[in-house]
């Protein structure tokens, strides 16, 4: 980090070590051996050493930022309340703490304590009087035209997404989901940004700053994690739209909002949606709002105005294409739920 000029990085996204140590080795009542954080695992008694690293790595932070950046932290019960005492008491202004709750987190098998269902982010401004962004309306777009709250619900990284080695075991313990940076850099970076990520692990911020035509600057220290990092960033699509831009009754739907869907990969910014009979066209961006034309909203508006009706179900008028066949967006809000 010493080696960037000061003012360089318009965002900081950083998940560092939790300050943990592993009270002997742990398995499931089934032998499986366990990577989830639990009550066998120990805050280290050094907390001044703790402290020290933790200050040393957010003043450089502060350092790169421009005045107007803001940096997010991401932490557990052992570590995020140090941190957040450190930004202040480094000059950073607090905007939210934010909290990840997991909508599939690993059970406490011990059953000694309540399950650790949740993370929290915390969003800081570099200064009281930075004029940070916040793309407000991104993210009530994301969210089906309600205010994005800050209470996130959003499962853990699982299935083809998560990396792993040579065994077949996980390769990072704490990978970050996608759809939870996606989130992250679309409410608070514009495409050409720069990010940085101190502790970039398997590349999930270098690869979502690419989909979402972001720069990014990461470092990772460890071998196994850089080299799964490299590749994952190769592999990436820039989304080509980022930054600009049997079906269940209503009644039953389950209320997903649009946006999570783009977040979490079940349909791709750049996505092309049609009525049931194609006669108008609309294409999905990043922060789940549709462009038709010289239209732009969320599905519900768009199909309102390309219809000129008053209102409009978009979950039912919007339809993509699926093996030659158009299948209405409520197909995608069931997917989401298994």
């Known amino acids: ?22 009270r002997g080795e742990l398995r499931r009542p089934d032998d499986s051996l366990v990577d989830a954080v639990d009550e066998d695992w120990d805050q280290f008694s050094d907390f001044a050493a703790y402290d020290a690293f933790t200050r040393d790595w957010l003043s450089e932070c502060r350092r790169l930022l421009r005045k107007d950046g803001t940096i997010w932290v991401i932490g557990s019960y052992h570590n995020i309340f140090r941190i957040g005492a450190i930004l202040q008491d480094l000059g950073f202004w607090i905007l ?16 000694r304590r309540f399950t650790n269902a949740h993370e929290t982010l915390i969003w800081a401004a570099r200064g009281r009087d930075s004029r940070y962004r916040f793309n407000y309306q991104a993210m009530k777009a994301l969210n089906d035209d309600l205010q994005m709250r800050s209470d996130w619900f959003l ?10 080695n040579q065994h077949g075991l996980k ?20 495409p050409g940004d720069i990010i940085l ?10 690869a979502m700053a690419k989909r979402l035509h972001r720069h990014f600057i ?10 799964a990092a490299i590749g994952r960033v190769w592999r990436e699509k820039p989304a080509s739209v980022a930054g600009m831009a049997a079906s269940p009754t209503r009644r039953e739907a389950v209320r997903v909002p649009f946006g999570s869907l783009v977040e ?19 294409t999905v961006t990043a922060d ?20 000129n009706a008053p209102s409009c179900n978009g979950w039912t008028f919007w339809h993509f294409e699926r093996a030659g066949a158009l299948l209405p967006l409520d197909t995608l809000r069931v997917d989401s739920t298994l």
């Open 218 to 227: 990461g470092m990772e220290r460890h071998p196994a994690y850089a080299e």
């Open 1 to 22: 980090m010493g080696m960037l000029p000061p003012a360089s990085v318009h965002c900081v996204f950083a998940d560092p070590p939790y300050n943990l140590q592993l």
């Open 155 to 164: 499962p853990l990284c699982t299935g083809a997404e998560r990396l792993r």
């Open 171 to 190: 390769l990072h313990p704490t990978q970050k989901p996608e759809a939870l940076l996606h989130r992250v850099l679309l409410a608070s970076t514009s």
């Open 288 to 307: 789940g709002t549709l462009v038709s034309g010289a239209i732009r909203g969320s599905i519900h508006q768009v199909g309102a105005i390309v219809q």
């Open 197 to 206: 990520d101190p502790f970039l692990g398997t590349g999930t911020t270098a």
């Open 264 to 282: 979490r990969g079940f349909i791709a910014p750049g996505a092309a949606l049609f009525d049931k009979q194609r006669r108008v066209t609309a």
């Open 96 to 111: 939210n703490d934010v909290i990840w709750r997991k909508s599939n987190p690993m059970p406490n098998f011990r059953g």
